[in-house]
C-alpha cells in the first residue's frame, strides 16, 4: 500500500554525521498546525525506528504515520533519525550513531525553530534499546528528555540469544555472553531517566 506523502514542511536527508563510510542523516517534519512558533521553538519528538538491528529506516515512521500526523497537527515538529543497520555492525556503531544524533538535535534543534530543552523521544524495538544506550551514554538522560515513549525495547541480549522467537536471537547467540551484557540496558542503567512509558505486547517473550 502506498502511503501518501505527509503535507506541511519537511527537511530531508540532514546528515548528523559526515564520516567516510558512515554518513547517517535524519528528517524534520515541522508542525502543520499553520500557528506561529512559540517564542523558545516549537516542542518535537524524536523517533528511532526498529527493525532488528538488521533493516529498517527513518522513512519508517510512515509505518506510524498516525502518530506523525496526529502530533504535527498538535504544533509538534517530529525528527526522525537514521542509523547503521547491519547484523555484522552489532552493536556499537549504531548505538554510537544514535548517540551523535541525539547530541546533533540538541546542538541544532534551535536552527529550525525547535525549543532543544522541549523534546521526548518515541522509539521501538532495536531503536528502543539502542534509545537505552544512547541515553545511559549520555550520563544525565533526566535533563536532557522531557518523556520518552519506549515500545517492545530490548533490555536484555542474553536471554535473547538463549530465545526462540525474535529474528535476531540467531545472530545475537554468535556474539560472546560478555559483549552481551555490555550491551544489556538492565544490566547498565543508573542514574534518572525522565519520565517514561514502555509499551509490550501480552504475548511477547
Known sequence: LQRPEPGGTVHRDIPYQSRLF??????????????DA???????????HGGS????????????????????NEGWAV???DYVTSPLRLLARPSANVARAFEWIHEHAADYGIDP????????????HLTMEA??????????????????GPVDLVAMADGEA????????KFPTRYLKKHSPLLQ???????????????DD
Do not use: C
Open 135 to 152: 541515553m545511559i551514554e549520555s550520563g544525565d538522560p533526566g535533563s536532557l528528555w522531557r518523556f520518552w515513549l519506549n515500545e517492545i
Open 38 to 48: 512559540p517564542e523558545r521553538g516549537y516542542a518535537a519528538v524524536v523517533f528511532v
Open 166 to 173: 525474535f529474528e535476531a536471537s540467531g545472530t545475537l547467540a
Open 79 to 81: 525528527i526522525s533519525i
Open 117 to 128: 530543552w522541549n523534546m521526548g523521544i518515541y522509539s521501538v524495538s532495536a531503536g528502543s
Open 22 to 35: 558512515n554518513r547517517q542523516a535524519l528528517d524534520i517534519y515541522m508542525p502543520t498546525d499553520g500557528g
Open 53 to 72: 538491528w538488521m533493516h529498517g529506516t527513518k522513512e519508517d515512521i510512515r509505518v506510524v504515520d498516525r502518530f506523525l500526523s496526529k502530533m504535527r
Open 189 to 203: 542503567v543508573a542514574g534518572p531517566f525522565p519520565p517514561t512509558a514502555i509499551a509490550h505486547g501480552d504475548a
